[in-house]
C-alpha cells in the first residue's frame, strides 16, 4: 500500500542521510518513489547509482525506462530498455504484464528489441545453460555438458564461457 511505501522513503532517506553512498539503500528510495508515482525523486535516486559498480544495474536501467514510459518519453524510454536486456534483464514474462509498457507494447521498435534479446533462441539457451550450470554444480558433469552442448546449439557460446570463467575463481 501507498502508506507502507511512503513508511519505508522515511526510514531509507535516514539510511541515506546515515550514508550517501549506499547503492542498496538509494535503489529501494528509487523503487518506493517510482511506486508512489514520484517520478522525478525516483529517476534521480536511479541516475545516482546507474553509474556505480551494482548488481541491479540491470534493474536500475529497467526502472528508468519504465519512468521515461511514463512521462511519455518513450526515445529514452527504449535506450534504457536496451541497457537493461545488455545487462542481461530477462523476465520476459513480467515484461509483458507490466503496465508501464503498454504504452510502447506495439511500437515497433519495442517489438524488434524483444525480437532481438528474447528470440526462442535465447530464451532456449539461457534455459539450458542455467540447467547445466545447475547440473555441474551438482557434479552431475555428463548431464551438464549435454544442457551446455544445447545452450551452444542457441547460440550462447560467449555466456558460457563466462559462467564457467566465474564458477572457477
Not at 508512489?36 to 541516475?47: G, H, R, S
Not at 540491470?58 to 519512468?67: H, S
Not at 524510454?77 to 515484461?95: I, M, P, Q, R, V
Request: proline share 2%.
Amino acid at each position: 500500500s501507498e502508506e507502507r511505501y511512503s513508511e519505508a522513503v522515511e526510514n531509507l532517506i535516514i539510511l541515506n542521510q546515515e550514508d550517501p553512498n549506499n547503492h542498496f539503500v538509494q535503489f529501494n528510495l528509487g523503487y518506493c518513489y517510482l511506486y508512489l508515482n514520484e517520478l522525478d525523486k525516483a529517476k534521480m535516486y536511479f541516475l545516482k547509482i546507474v553509474d556505480a559498480e551494482s548488481e541491479d544495474k540491470q534493474a536500475v536501467y529497467y526502472n528508468l525506462a519504465c519512468i521515461s514510459f511514463r512521462e511519455k518519453e518513450h526515445l529514452s524510454g527504449l535506450n534504457y530498455l536496451e541497457e537493461a536486456f545488455k545487462l542481461g534483464y530477462s523476465d520476459f514474462e513480467w515484461l509483458l504484464e507490466d503496465s508501464d509498457m503498454d504504452p510502447i507494447k506495439n511500437d515497433p521498435r519495442f517489438t524488434n528489441l524483444i525480437d532481438k534479446y528474447f528470440s526462442e533462441n535465447n530464451i532456449l539457451a539461457k534455459k539450458y545453460l542455467e540447467e547445466g550450470v545447475s547440473l555441474f554444480e551438482s557434479e552431475k558433469y555428463n548431464k551438464a555438458i549435454k544442457s551446455f552442448n544445447k545452450a551452444i546449439k542457441y547460440g550462447q557460446k560467449a555466456t558460457i564461457v563466462n559462467k564457467l570463467i566465474l564458477a572457477d575463481s
